[in-house]
């Protein structure tokens, strides 16, 4: 399974985008990307998934280039209530063993 | 999209005594239910993965004696931490994946809470 690497924390201000890259250097080609958010004692909450180029949501874009070894996530017009920890994940088409690095804690401020 | 439901969200027991988690997919057939611990400010570790009517496959480092999982039911999945002593506290989460037709193929519970005296 790839594993992922991501900055350790990241800080923003309400209203701006905030974007998150995350490299996945040993992504094979069945592999997929998916971002999780976190909040404090609670379960992760998915954000969005893609495979390659752009796939866009109502909360988030996701950014794959071609070679597929990084990943960036688009948050726009961020708020205070998105102060979280995000995780970028390779999941695999066939299970879900995932491996969960750090993430990125993400702290905006007003 | 889909929901599984956790609970209990918190509990607090004696060291010594065993404490049960339950973990429902409320809307689709959980084939494959996965078990995670976390720790304060770390990041979710995989405990173990269960499919519907198999043994549990447990990661390396994970006591299967300790730590009972039963998955009986497309629906419910159970972890059982048995003679629970404080280290074992910890923040306890679910996530089940089936056949789903959305996007979105694996759902998490909201956790459990557990703390041993």
């Known amino acids: 399974l790839a594993k992922t690497t991501q900055p350790i924390s990241m800080d923003s201000y309400e209203g701006q985008e905030v974007n998150i890259t995350c490299s996945h250097n040993?992504?094979?080609?069945?592999?997929?990307i998916t971002w999780y958010q976190q909040f404090p004692s609670q379960g992760p909450r998915f954000i969005i998934q893609g495979y390659k180029t752009k796939v866009t949501n109502e909360v988030a874009s996701l950014f794959i280039p071609a070679d597929r070894k990084s990943s960036t996530l688009s948050l726009p017009r961020v708020s205070l209530s998105d102060t979280a920890v995000y995780y970028c994940l390779v999941v695999k088409d066939s299970n879900y063993q995932l491996i969960w690095g750090a993430g990125t804690k993400l702290i905006i401020k007003p | 999209g889909a929901v599984v439901s956790q609970h209990p969200s918190r509990v607090i027991c004696k060291s010594g005594t065993s404490v049960k988690i339950e973990c429902r997919s409320l809307?689709?057939?959980?084939?494959?239910m996965f078990w995670y611990r976390q720790f304060p400010k770390q990041s979710l570790m995989l405990m173990a993965t269960?499919?519907?009517?198999?043994?549990?496959?447990?990661e390396q480092g994970v006591e299967k004696d300790k730590f009972l999982i039963n998955h009986a039911s497309l629906t419910l999945s159970t972890l059982t931490v048995t003679s629970a002593h404080p280290e074992d506290s910890s923040f306890y989460i679910c996530?089940?994946?089936?056949?789903?037709?959305?996007?979105?193929?694996?759902?998490f519970g909201s956790g459990t809470q557990l703390s041993v005296l």
């Open positions: 040993n992504i094979a080609t069945n592999d997929y």
């Open positions: 996530s089940a994946t089936g056949i789903l037709s959305t996007n979105e193929k694996l759902f």
């Open positions: 269960s499919n519907e009517g198999s043994k549990a496959t447990y």
């Open positions: 809307d689709f057939q959980a084939t494959t």
